[in-house]
């Protein structure tokens, strides 16, 4: 069946430096890519999306790119502080016209940001 | 209103009862989500409900059963219910498949124990 997998399941950076995520997806009907943050205890919260028919948007500090082609996208966290701390979800959706639903989560990374 | 409300925070419950899951949203969304999210791992879809339809149902149990009152509320109803059902059900909105979107928002999630 469909799946993302997404990596890695933890990372480590100093504050100021960059994190990177990156997911792959199965399903090439997915035109949807969001990402979550999630902190203990918390719900997930959107942090950032993307549409199939773009390639990279960017938030400030965060930032997402996707290729179709290779179907991964990645999440770009500049400047990390240690608020950034907590375990990131990124999700392949879509709708079919048939009535079917995706809305697939990877696995999560743990951020941690060292001061 | 920007926010998707869950009662109860906290649900301990033993396998004869019955009880049930609230879930509320203002934002005008059509399309309701139920998740359900174990421990260190990503949320899994269990129920969508569009435009107070049930649309998707992912293979889930029948002692869960989803209830769609109006276009506002979605319910859970459990009953005899197992240990390994233990777990955070969140509930997310959006705004529907006739919107063109659906980016999903969360509500805080029901901590269920069944004990």
């Known amino acids: 069946g469909e799946n993302v997998e997404q990596h890695p399941s933890t990372l480590s950076v100093q504050e100021g430096d960059s994190a990177v995520i990156k997911c792959t997806y199965s399903?090439?009907?997915?035109?949807?890519f969001p990402w979550y943050k999630q902190e203990l205890g918390k719900r997930p919260q959107l942090i950032i999306d993307?549409?199939?028919?773009?390639g990279e948007k960017k938030d400030q500090r965060i930032a997402v790119t996707l290729n179709k082609t290779a179907k991964h996208f990645s999440l770009h966290i500049t400047e990390t502080q240690p608020e950034d701390s907590a375990v990131y979800f990124c999700?392949?959706?879509?709708?079919?016209?048939?009535?079917?639903?995706?809305?697939?989560f990877g696995t999560g990374t743990r951020l941690k940001v060292l001061a | 209103d920007t926010e998707v409300t869950q009662t109860p925070k906290h649900l301990v419950m033993g396998m004869t009862n019955k009880k049930s899951l609230k879930c509320e949203q203002h934002?005008?969304?059509?399309?309701m989500y139920w998740y359900k999210q174990k421990a260190k791992k990503p949320p899994e879809l269990m129920f969508v409900?569009?435009?107070?339809?049930?649309?998707i149902n992912e293979s889930v149990p029948s002692r869960f059963s989803p209830e769609c009152p109006n276009s506002s509320l979605l319910n859970l109803h459990l009953h005899a219910l197992q240990p390994e059902d233990s777990a955070l059900y969140l509930c997310?909105?959006?705004?529907?498949?006739?919107?063109?979107?659906?980016?999903?928002?969360f509500g805080p999630g029901t901590r269920l124990t069944v004990l």
């Open positions: 997310a909105s959006s705004q529907g498949f006739l919107a063109g979107t659906d980016t999903q928002y």
């Open positions: 399903d090439s009907a997915s035109n949807y």
């Open positions: 993307i549409r199939s028919n773009v």
């Open positions: 999700a392949a959706s879509h709708w079919g016209i048939s009535g079917t639903y995706k809305y697939i």
């Open positions: 934002m005008g969304h059509r399309a």
């Open positions: 409900y569009s435009y107070e339809k049930l649309s």
